[in-house]
Structures are given as structure tokens and as C-alpha cells.
């Protein structure tokens, strides 16, 4: 008398714990925001969101920018900000960023950086 009925709840039970573990990795990976190439939308939606929490120097322009090596200003390949992104090594403990923001960083840098 028992054994069906234990059966009958596990067959309830997988399909369940199966969708919301499914339910709960796609909410999480189309988290897909910038798409234009200007300073101001890679900061509202990338940095500021993602990586500030780490990097404080990332709040402001001249932090990014100046003197080192996350921006080489017109050269994405030198640039770590573009480099980490792509390889997926950054935002540490994050998804990687989405083709459309790892673009909007590339063609940003290429564009000479510029504070717009
Ligand atoms: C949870 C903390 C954390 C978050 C969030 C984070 N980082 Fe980092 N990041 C680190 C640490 C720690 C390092 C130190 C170097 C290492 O271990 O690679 C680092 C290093 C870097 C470096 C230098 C890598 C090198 O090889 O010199 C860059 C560039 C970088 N992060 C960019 C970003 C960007 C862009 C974001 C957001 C998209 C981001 N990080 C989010 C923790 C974080």
C-alpha cells in the first residue's frame, strides 16, 4: 500500500524541482542593457551595476581612465576593461556580459574613450 503512493509523490515531485532550477538560470542569463558605444551608458549599466561594488575607481571617468591599464585609449586589445570582459574573467562571481555590452566597451575604447 505505501510503496505506490511514495512513488506517485516522486513522480510529482521531479518534474517540479526540475523546472524551477531551469525557471531560475534563464531569468538570471539575458541580463543584456547597453548598446551604445558612449561612456555614460557603459557606466548606467555595466560598471556602475557590476563592477563598482569591487573596483570603486570605476566610479568616475578619470578613475577608469587615467593612467592605467583598464582603458588604453583607441587599442581595445590592450585594455583590461575590454580583455576581462571578453575572456569572462570579470564581473568576478557574475555572468559573463552579453555580446552587446562586451561591444558597446570594444567599439567605445577604439572610439578613442571619450568622456560622453
Ligand atoms: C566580486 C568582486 C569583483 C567584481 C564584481 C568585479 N571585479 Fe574585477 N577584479 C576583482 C579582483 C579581486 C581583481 C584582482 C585581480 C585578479 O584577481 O584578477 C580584479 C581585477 C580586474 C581587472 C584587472 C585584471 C588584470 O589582469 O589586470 C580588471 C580590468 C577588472 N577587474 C575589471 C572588472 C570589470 C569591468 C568588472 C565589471 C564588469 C569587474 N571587474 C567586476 C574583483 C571584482
Redesign the pocket.
Known amino acids: 500500500m505505501k510503496t505506490p503512493a511514495l512513488l506517485i509523490i516522486f513522480l510529482i515531485l521531479i518534474p517540479i524541482l526540475l523546472s524551477s532550477c531551469l525557471g531560475t538560470s534563464s531569468s538570471s542569463s539575458t541580463d543584456c542593457a547597453s548598446t551604445s558605444n558612449s561612456y555614460s551608458s557603459i557606466q548606467t549599466n ?2 556602475t551595476p ?2 563598482i ?3 570603486s575607481t ?1 566610479s568616475t571617468y578619470a578613475g577608469l581612465t587615467a593612467g592605467s ?2 582603458v588604453v585609449s583607441g587599442n581595445s586589445a590592450q585594455s ?2 575590454y580583455t ?2 571578453n575572456s569572462g ?6 555572468s559573463k ?1 552579453c555580446a552587446t555590452d562586451i561591444a558597446a566597451i570594444k567599439g567605445w575604447i577604439d572610439d578613442k574613450a571619450p568622456n560622453n
Do not use: A, D, E, N
Not at 574573467?89 to 557574475?94: E, H, L, Y
Open positions: 555595466i560598471l557590476k563592477c561594488s569591487c573596483h570605476f591599464s583598464y583590461g576593461l576581462v570582459t574573467q570579470m564581473p568576478r562571481g557574475g556580459l
